[in-house]
């Protein structure tokens, strides 16, 4: 009888909410995704349009779901950002890998 393989659980990914966010970040990153939801919480004030609180919580939940799920590939990620704005030729993975990986969600078309 062969051993069968045990199912692991799915980890809770970080909650799409402002403090959610925020907790799965790296601590470097939390100041400036605090700038940015202010920034827009303040145009939602002045507007009574919450689309650009909500766009900036699709926009920093992948990021919080990638570090959230590792660390190194997270920092690792971000150092090749900083390579590409420098010009510089990195080694590159899909969208489609990413939401592999991670499990996000596909991109709209």
């Not at 002045?46 to 779901?65: I, K, Y």
């Amino acid at each position: 009888m062969s051993a069968q393989p045990v199912d692991q659980p799915k980890r809770q990914r970080p909650a799409k909410t402002p403090a959610g966010i925020r907790a799965a970040l790296p601590s470097e990153e939390q100041p400036k995704f605090e700038a940015d939801f202010k920034a827009r919480m303040r145009q939602a004030e002045e507007t009574f349009d919450l689309a650009p609180v909500q766009d900036c919580l699709e926009r920093w939940w992948p990021m919080a779901v990638i570090h959230d799920d590792d660390p190194a590939g997270y920092r690792d990620m971000m150092i090749n950002v900083e390579k590409l704005l420098a010009g510089e030729h990195v080694e590159t993975v899909t969208w489609a890998e990413m939401v592999e990986r991670h499990g996000l969600p596909e991109l709209p078309h």
